[in-house]
């Protein structure tokens, strides 16, 4: 029998619920059902069984009761699920009862999908595919961890080896075998590797998209002071995220506001007025402001549509970045009809976009939030799903094409060796992206964010 240990957790959510689920997994399982259960049930059936204390012969709950033997279940070994009424001290007699049982003991987080991974059942894009699942907050986060968790990118990075690995075997066969075997093996196996760098090229092309919507679009409400920037994150917030007061400087700090437009993952900033500031707290607010709005997907430059332009701030907040700028005229509730109609039609010279508002009354919240997810929509949309969607693949994608890049340079200077061990670092970077090699000193990172039972 293996050494491992059966580990075991509460894979469902926090008591008190209706159901609870714990599951157990390791060599030791079955030994668990037979223990706690006195039989065990029918493979892959579940049958209802009373849960008794070894120590103590009292009955803890009656439960559903699942014998999953491996190595066909999705961690690959021995499971067991008992589904309990969902009080707090039904489970807490079940765990303690099965931390008493020689050879268990509670799950790490994370534990049950990395032991899947190490018996082969998940590679690591889909390892991160599932832990973004869990943590998808909009529709379209959920379909892109979906299409992680199900081998898109992993499916495609093993395709990609798996040439890799022939175009080396034909520069290696060239290599040992030069009097027996034709000429133009090299040339066929530079051309695979042009193919295959030309093909993750187009992949890396994707503007970063994929990383994006798993953090999510930042529009950054900046401008001058007292302009109701915190009045319309709270209007879109439907709640007051931020203090709203008539005095000049209230926010200090950078408060967010996270949002599902239609689907997509956006977060809101509500930023210090931009304005000279002798007191030194408000300094470092306006110097946050400007930072954030600079690395801002979008901004909001929102000024009060009963006083100044402000034209000649909008650098201000926008200097270094290179996301897009809408005004946003706000207070129009507090001019009169005429001017009202003025502020709605009037274009800046360079065609920047303008919305009217007001953020007391309502008053043109909707197009602005209409417009909003319109935006979010086309900044995360590609004729093809995003296939990366994490740093960690993009480097590694990005180190196979620059070994692939020095195979080719090196064919054409005919140094076949070379050639060679450039083909082998290629196919080590698609290993390291899959899991397949090299990837022990990143697991813990990886895992550290699962939660328990999981």
């Known amino acids: 029998m293996s050494d491992r240990d059966t580990i075991f957790a509460l894979s469902s959510g926090r008591p008190p619920a209706a159901i609870a689920v714990i599951r157990i997994t390791g060599p030791r399982a079955r030994f668990a059902i037979e223990t706690l259960c ?25 439960a559903l009761v699942l014998w999953l033997p491996g190595p066909r279940t999705e961690i690959g070994e021995d499971m067991a699920e008992l589904h309990l009424h969902g009080g707090r001290a039904v489970i807490a007699g079940t765990l303690a009862t099965l931390g008493r049982l020689d050879g268990f003991r509670p799950a790490e987080p994370g534990e049950f999908t990395r032991r899947a991974f190490e018996n082969g059942k998940l590679d690591l894009t889909a390892v991160e595919g599932l832990a973004d699942l869990i943590y998808a907050e909009t529709e379209a ?49 530079l051309d695979t590797a042009s193919l295959l760098r030309q093909e993750i090229r187009v992949v890396l092309a994707d503007d970063r ?53 239609e689907g997509y993952p956006v977060t809101l900033l509500d930023t210090a007025g931009i304005r000279p500031a002798e007191d030194p707290v408000e300094r470092e607010g306006v110097r946050r402001a400007r930072e954030r709005a600079e690395a801002a997907d979008l901004v909001l430059w929102m000024v009060d549509a009963s006083g100044t332009n402000h034209r000649d701030s909008l650098c201000e907040p926008s200097g270094g970045g290179s996301a897009p700028v809408w005004m946003v005229r706000n207070k129009i509730d507090l001019i009169d ?38 935006h979010a929509r086309e900044s995360f949309e590609l004729p093809e799903p995003a296939l990366v969607t994490r740093e960690r693949h993009r480097n590694a994608l ?46 813990d990172v990886i895992f550290r964010d699962f939660c328990i039972g999981k």
């Open 38 to 62: 006195g039989r065990v049930p029918a493979p892959r059936r579940a049958s209802l069984a009373r849960l008794r204390d070894p120590a103590s012969e009292q009955v803890i709950d009656e």
């Open 141 to 189: 986060q959920r379909r892109q961890a979906y299409r992680q968790l199900k081998g898109m990118l992993g499916a495609r990075a093993e395709s990609w080896r798996e040439r890799l690995i022939a175009a080396l075997a034909l520069v290696e066969a060239r290599i040992d075998f030069a009097d027996d075997v034709p000429d133009d093996l090299i040339g066929r196996a």
């Open 209 to 261: 998209r994929g990383e994006r919507l798993r953090d999510g679009s930042v529009v950054a409400i900046a401008g001058p002071p007292n302009v109701g920037k915190s009045s319309l994150l709270n209007r879109i917030a439907r709640r007051d995220a931020a203090i709203v007061s008539p005095h000049a400087g209230t926010t200090r700090d950078i408060i967010e506001v996270h949002l599902d437009l």
């Open 337 to 374: 009809s005429a001017s009202k109609c003025e502020a709605a039609s009037r274009s800046d010279d360079d065609g920047m976009r303008s919305y009217s508002i007001s953020a007391l009354t309502g008053v043109g919240i909707d197009e602005l939030v209409s417009s909003l997810a319109i």
């Open 398 to 443: 990005r180190e196979t094409t620059e070994a692939l890049d020095r195979a080719l340079r090196e064919g054409v200077a005919g140094r076949e060796d070379i050639v060679a061990e450039e083909l082998r670092l290629a196919g080590r970077a698609l290993g390291r992206l899959t899991g397949r090699v090299d990837v022990e000193n990143i697991l």
